[in-house]
């Protein structure tokens, strides 16, 4: 089973970046899909980001395209969301999601209630 742990939030003005890190730690995830995730306070956990390794073109929220980047380490357990020109309206705690249970194509439609293997999240506040 794998275990993910989110680091890298904090704090930032509107315009601003931040780098997220999500580490699998037990297994590689070669085989697996990982996606980035947020939460805003009385919001539904929502899909920011998804990526693989069988060369997928990575799929994107739309209101995160152009301005966030997903990408793996060479060395099979490291995913990163690069986020540029932050906003205030993407403040929200991300989450980091391991699976291999579907098709990536299935896995960035999938309601987020369905997955599991979650991290305990981190903290993005973007400030105007």
């Known amino acids: 089973q794998v275990q993910v742990e989110e680091s890298g939030g904090g704090l930032v003005q509107a315009g601003g970046s931040l780098r997220l890190t999500c580490v699998a730690n037990?297994?590689?995830?070669?085989?697996?899909?990982m996606g980035w995730f947020r939460q805003a306070p009385e919001k539904e956990r929502e899909f920011v980001a998804g990526i693989n390794w069988s060369g997928t073109t990575p799929s994107y929220a739309d209101s995160v395209r152009g301005r966030f980047t997903i990408s793996m380490d060479d060395g099979g357990n490291t995913v990163h969301l690069q986020m540029n020109s932050l906003k205030p309206e993407d403040t929200a705690m991300y989450y980091c999601?391991?699976?291999?249970?579907?098709?990536?194509?299935?896995?960035?439609?999938?309601?987020?209630?369905?997955?599991?293997?979650w991290g305990q999240g981190t903290q993005v506040t973007v400030s105007s």
């Open positions: 037990g297994r590689s995830i070669v085989q697996y899909t």
């Open positions: 999601n391991a699976d291999n249970s579907r098709s990536f194509r299935d896995f960035v439609r999938s309601p987020p209630s369905t997955l599991t293997n």
